[in-house]
């Protein structure tokens, strides 16, 4: 049983829910490079950057709040390390985030629109925890678009 769930309502809509009562909602970009995070505590702009779109950055553009970065996360504002981690199992994606006195694991499956579960040891931000969804999200939706591109560019097409 999980604590919390991410559940797609939308074209480009998720909404997190513990026990069936709304949490927070994660309003994607296109392509999932971007997503507005919104909770009752406020709203955050989700990044994916770079190359491979590994470095997930919300908060403000020019002063992130919180960077995931693998194997490391660095909070605005503390020294206490953090640790993040993206294994990929079979037919399903996991995110971590470890920090001292708590951890956030989400976890979700390959399928398109599968819900994001989330177990939470210790107190954390629902923004924080939709941070991690965005960032499982995004890596699902680039290795979709990745298995795509390598098929179409093997396929041989009409001779």
């Known amino acids: ?8 309502t939308g074209r480009r809509l998720w909404t997190l ?5 709304p949490r927070g909602t994660l309003r994607a970009g296109r392509g999932l490079v971007c997503a507005d995070a919104t909770t009752a505590e406020g709203t955050w702009s989700l990044r994916a950057l770079g190359r491979r779109q590994l470095r997930i950055t919300a908060g403000p553009p020019d002063a992130p709040v919180l960077v995931l ?4 996360a660095r909070w605005a504002g503390t020294d206490a390390p953090a640790g993040w981690s993206t294994p990929r199992g079979f037919r399903r994606y996991e995110g971590v985030l470890t920090r ?49 591109l390598v ?4 396929s041989h097409g009409p001779t």
């Open 151 to 154: 098929a179409a560019m093997t």
């Open 69 to 72: 970065e693998p194997p490391l």
């Open 17 to 21: 829910t513990t026990a069936g009562t």
């Open 1 to 8: 049983m999980s604590d919390m769930t991410l559940h797609r």
């Open 100 to 148: 001292p006195g708590g951890r956030v694991a989400a976890r979700t499956s390959t399928r398109a629109g599968a819900p994001v579960d989330v177990d939470l040891i210790g107190r954390h931000p629902d923004l924080v925890v939709l941070t991690v969804c965005f960032a499982l999200l995004a890596r699902r939706r680039r290795d979709r678009a990745r298995a795509l």
